[in-house]
């Protein structure tokens, strides 16, 4: 483990063996470079920390959810920059020169996202991603997918993330904005489509700005993540 990590990547991950062993050996590198690199998980029974374990510089297990877990990592961590990444979703080339040049800036109040970018190939979701880093960089509303980075001492200042089931990204987002607006990054982070093709492209579209819209007009969270699953069926 590095002794003084200038940044703490925190991965939150549930049933994640599939995905998770690749995301974490290309950043393999960045461990030697000062980077110290967390794992939350939140009671996975398929063996991903098992396979994380070598891979990683400490892991937790906890209850689930991700924003809970999340905290929990960013408790732990070292860091004075902090970086949540999904466990499906790998960093782009350069991003470490990127990042290191902001943790050196020594801006207390810094956060901000990656643009991103979808794994499959269909160019619907070319467009999906278009929107998505478009809407984000007009809002100033950034989502987990993008990897978001914020400073600990903002991080503790807005209390880090709601611990909500749904939607604790854009609440987290919405805090952080009201201090400054975000970062937001060209460089690209690559994300698993898999929630689209699953669903069907144009039916997630749909689902995703329902919730959404149900989220900013009554602001109840666990309603919302009730109708997720059941749409879902999980």
């Not at 891979?55 to 960013?74: K, P």
Request: include cysteine.
């Amino acid at each position: 483990m590095p002794e003084n990590p200038w940044l703490s990547i925190i991965i939150p991950a549930l049933d994640e063996a599939a995905s998770l062993p690749q995301t974490l050996e290309a950043l393999q590198s960045w461990r030697s470079e000062g980077v110290e690199i967390i794992l939350v998980d939140g009671g996975s029974t398929d063996g991903t920390v098992r396979l994380a374990q070598p891979l990683v510089d400490s892991h937790l297990i906890t209850a689930r959810g991700r924003a809970h877990q999340m905290n929990e990592g960013a408790r732990t961590s070292r860091g004075n920059l902090l970086l949540f990444l999904h466990a499906d979703t790998s960093l782009p080339p350069g991003a470490r020169k990127v990042l290191q040049d902001i943790a050196r800036s020594d801006r207390e109040a810094t956060w901000g996202r990656f643009d991103v970018r979808l794994s499959g190939p269909s160019l619907a979701l070319r467009m999906v991603e278009t929107l998505m880093n478009l809407r984000s960089r007009l809002t100033g509303i950034a989502t987990g997918d993008q990897a978001m980075f914020v400073s600990r001492t903002l991080f503790l200042e807005v209390g880090g993330f709601p611990e909500q089931p749904l939607m604790e990204d854009i609440e987290l987002s919405s805090r952080l904005r009201r201090h400054r607006r975000p970062l937001c990054l060209r460089e690209k982070v690559v994300t698993s489509s898999r929630r689209w093709e699953q669903g069907g492209i144009l039916a997630t579209i749909l689902l995703m700005w329902r919730l959404r819209l149900a989220y900013w007009w009554t602001g109840d969270a666990a309603a919302v993540a009730a109708r997720y699953r059941q749409v879902r069926g999980r």
